[in-house]
């Protein structure tokens, strides 16, 4: 959210029914004063049916971009279909997470009073950076110091908000915080421990083509932060996981 510009003056519904989609859609995240960046989820302001719409306008574009990189795309059959491609891949499946609204996740009282260390994966993580919308693929680990008032989710839910969250273009280091910041406020934890570790294939592919170079990232909040016991003992267990 952000409370510096003023919203925009609002068009008429037929001037905006005349609009693209995607531009509906743009105006309606303006009204509301709401971020919009590639890693925000805007399925609130998509109405149904204006996903089919969006990836015509996405198709239309792409096909732009092969035209610009003087690809003749009648001529070569590999390239005939695949402005309508990459709009599914980018709409449906690698940027869902912006699309699609949150997973149902139900959660659960915590009734047995479970406060040990639980520790969730490897959740495989596939994802693509803001830069250069290249993949990036790799590896989370949660780990969770529940209390007795903490809400417990089943272990399979971990990874769907996780890939929900992945599903778009983004930085690795906002993208634990999202996650943290999701499993902070649904299962209220004593202790939030997150590890990422990834491949950034714009590394590999491009720019300084390092095959070895790998990120890790982590969040530790509460108890993770106050407890270096804790902490270790996540950690080694993760290590251990690893080797496994
Ligand atoms: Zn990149």
């Not at 790799?138 to 969250?165: F, M, Q, T």
């Not at 083509?209 to 982590?218: E, L, Q």
Request: aromatic content about 6%; overall charge neutral.
């Amino acid at each position: 959210m952000s409370s510096r510009t003023p919203p925009p003056p609002a068009p008429s519904e037929e001037a905006l029914a005349q609009q693209p989609a995607s531009e509906r859609i743009r105006w309606r995240l303006l009204q509301a004063q709401c971020r919009h960046h590639a890693n925000d989820n805007i399925s609130a302001f998509v109405r149904e049916g204006e996903l089919d719409e969006l990836k015509q306008e996405v198709q239309a574009k792409a096909q732009e971009l092969l035209r610009a990189l003087v690809i003749d795309t009648e001529g070569d059959h590999n390239t005939h279909g695949t402005a309508e491609r990459l709009a599914r891949m980018y709409i449906d499946e690698v940027f869902g997470g912006r699309y699609r609204p949150m997973p149902t996740v139900t959660e659960f009282p915590n009734a047995e009073r479970l406060n040990e260390l639980m520790i969730v994966g490897p959740i495989t993580v596939r994802s693509a950076c803001s830069h250069h919308l290249c993949p990036i693929l790799g590896r989370v680990w949660v780990g969770l110091l529940p209390n007795e008032h903490s809400n417990l989710i089943g272990l399979s839910k971990y990874a769907r908000i996780c890939d929900w969250i992945m599903s778009r273009p983004q930085i690795q280091e906002e993208a634990v915080m999202m996650l943290a910041n999701e499993l902070q406020s649904r299962v209220r934890p004593d202790g939030l421990a997150i590890v990422m570790e990834a491949d950034h294939f714009c590394m590999h592919w491009r720019g300084v083509k390092d095959d070895r170079s790998a990120m890790v990232n982590s969040v530790m909040r509460g108890a993770f932060l106050k407890d270096a016991n804790l902490r270790r003992e996540f950690l080694s267990l993760l290590s251990r996981k690893t080797r496994e």
